[in-house]
């Protein structure tokens, strides 16, 4: 693991880790022997894909292995920007720009606004390369208004999912703000915040001035994004401790990727300790065909095994909804391993976790 020689009340602050995140091939070089591909890497998709990480995620890291799954969620390599991966993909695989800018609006009971394109770290596999590739931003009060009069005006929309960037990013007079100019909307009823701070800079949970104006406008859930179990840490635990004290749930989502996650132990592992941290996995994502981001993406079948894999060994609550997001927006699919071998009417034969088949006709009464 990298030290970093900072006293511990720098190392708990939060705008300690944002002003001293790492940006740089110079920077980067001081912790980590640099292989020829992240050099490279660094270089090519300079103003194209930004790099930042901040100390503490980089902390994570085991710098003398090259495949280490901290290393690779962060570090640029060539591969990204390389013919074959930059033409498998598309900016917007997802169709994500909607009806105003920053809104999207896929759901009829849901919307989706991007409040800023700032992250702490930047995933290299991340949905919205497009997004972060615009430099770092925050919406304008005027667009952040014309989202929410968007809102009001759509009577069917109940859940409201903040994300960016990372919405927690922002100052909490920002957060308050759309916080606030939402719950004046009575429709609205969920307020979500789609954030991957507990993993990246948990030290934001530290500071009860996040998480007063967070309490002030319940009910918020938090979706956080840990991918793999070397992220569940002390710290993060602590982070979330500290959100669940305020009555805000936190569910994980996480993507499979390739070299990262994609193997059913570490799966089973990442889903142990998410439960012990009292996070509850929601989703394990298929990665999006996002143009920079396609060489990590496996096979479904990688995914069904390891769906094939949890059950049995962990809680249902462990379980995360495998999902693939159609492309062209057209919205989420589960898939699951096939449990039912075969069916005539109400007969059906199963496949339990053991791979035994059961018949068992299931009628009413
Ligand atoms: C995923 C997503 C949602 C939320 O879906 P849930 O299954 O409720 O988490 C809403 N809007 C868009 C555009 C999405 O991609």
């Known amino acids: 693991m990298i030290r970093f020689n900072v006293s511990k009340a720098e190392w708990r602050s939060y705008g300690w880790q944002i002003r001293n995140r790492i940006k740089t091939l110079e920077e980067l070089s001081r912790y980590v022997k640099l292989l020829p591909e992240e050099v490279e890497g660094i270089k090519r998709t300079q103003g194209l894909y930004p790099l930042a990480i901040t100390p503490y995620y980089l902390s994570l890291m085991d710098p003398e292995d090259p495949q280490d799954p901290i290393r690779l969620q962060v570090i640029p390599r060539a591969v990204e920007v390389e013919e074959e991966v930059q033409k498998h993909g598309e900016p917007d695989a997802l169709k994500e720009e909607g009806p105003v800018p920053g809104l999207t609006h896929r759901y ?9 394109t700032f992250c702490a770290s930047y995933c290299r596999y991340c ?24 809102i009001r005006s759509h009577e069917e ?16 007079d920002k957060i308050d703000y759309v916080l606030r100019e939402l ?8 307020i979500r915040f789609g954030t991957r701070l507990p993993v990246l800079a948990p030290q934001r949970f530290l500071e009860d001035r996040l ?21 569940i840490t002390e710290l993060a635990q602590e982070a979330i401790d500290r959100i669940l004290r305020r009555g805000i749930p936190v ?21 142990r300790e998410l439960l012990r941290i009292k996070v509850k996995p929601q989703y394990l994502f298929h990665c999006d065909p996002i ?46 391993p096939n449990y039912v071998i075969s069916r005539q009417g109400d007969r059906f034969t199963f496949r339990n976790y053991k791979g035994e088949l059961v018949d068992y006709e299931i009628t009413e009464l």
């Open 211 to 231: 998480l007063d104006t967070l309490e002030r406008y319940s009910p918020i859930w938090i979706n956080t994004h840990f991918n793999h179990s070397r992220e």
């Open 108 to 116: 009829p009971d849901r919307a989706l606004m991007t409040i800023t």
């Open 157 to 172: 929309i109940k859940d409201v999912l903040i994300s960016g960037g990372d919405p927690l990013s922002l100052g909490e």
């Open 251 to 271: 569910n994980n989502q996480s993507v499979l990727l390739k070299g990262v996650n994609d193997e059913p132990q570490e799966m089973l592992k990442l889903n």
């Open 291 to 336: 143009k920079g981001a396609v060489h990590f993406r496996t096979t479904v079948d990688k995914g069904l095994e390891i769906m094939e894999y949890l059950r049995g060994r962990i809680s249902g609550m462990g379980i995360p909804t495998y999902a693939v997001d159609l492309p062209g927006g057209k919205g989420k699919v589960p898939l699951l």
């Open 183 to 190: 719950r004046k909307i009575k429709h609205v009823e969920i």
């Open 127 to 150: 949905m919205r390369k497009r997004i972060f590739s615009q430099g770092e931003r925050a919406r304008s009060k005027e667009e952040i208004d014309r989202m929410i009069a968007y």
